[in-house]
Every structure is written in C-alpha cells, then in structure tokens.
C-alpha cells in the first residue's frame, strides 16, 4: 500500500512540476495589474492548484501510513509532507505576492519533497513493504 501511495505522489509531483514550469513560461500578468496572478492563468493555473491540493492531502496519508506501518520510512514522510507545506505555502504567497523568495521557496520544497519520496520509495522496494 505504501509503495502505491509512493508512486502516485511521485507522478503527481512530475505532473505538477510541469504543469508549474507552463504556468512560468507561457502565462505573464498584464503589466500593472494587481495579484492575484493566479486569475489570469485559466484552465493550467486551476490544474497546477488542484494537483497542489491532492499532493497535500496525500502527502498527510503517507505520513499516517508510515507511522501506522513502518518508523524506518516516517523521517523521509515527515520530510516529504514538509516540502509539499513549504511548497504550496511558497506557490500560495508567489501567487499573490510575487516575490522570487516565494517562488525560491516552491522550488526547494518541491525538491525535497520529491528527493524524499523518491528514496522512501527505494527503501520500500529494498525492504519488501508493500
């Protein structure tokens, strides 16, 4: 079970990213408008939260799931879940803010979380935990 909550939130996490790399190529905000940016950017910026959005929320099962089953896995869990907050709290503020800081922010949390997931995923593998 863990392993399939694993791949799931490593192929979330590659569908987000590129979703998250056209938001940044191919959608500007007019010149002189105010945020919230996320507004101007349709059906992709909709997609880019909503995946967001179900990141965290299954990025929370992994956690219960690694404590319920397996403490060797709960550190890279735990880790994993707080580059997904530090993510979606960075793509919230650069939304509205738009300050690089945030977008900083979105891109390490993105980075550990999927470091995190990536190994925990190996771990699983290695050690037989379905």
């Not at 992994?62 to 089953?69: C, G, K, Q």
């Amino acid at each position: 079970m863990i392993t399939k909550r694993l791949k799931m939130a490593v192929g979330l996490l590659s569908v987000e990213f590129v979703a998250g790399m056209l938001l940044l190529t191919l959608f500007r905000a007019p010149q002189g408008t105010e945020p919230p940016f996320w507004s101007a950017t349709g059906i992709t910026g909709a997609i880019h939260g909503l995946l967001g959005l179900a990141i965290l929320i299954g990025s929370i099962f992994i956690v219960v799931n690694a404590a319920r089953r397996n403490r060797i896995l709960l550190s890279r869990a735990v880790l994993g879940f707080l580059g997904v907050v530090a993510s979606v709290v960075g793509g919230l503020a650069f939304g509205s803010i738009h300050g690089s800081v945030w977008l900083f922010t979105m891109s390490v949390g993105f980075i550990v979380a999927l470091l995190s997931y990536g190994s925990m995923y190996a771990v699983a593998k290695a050690n037989g935990l379905e």
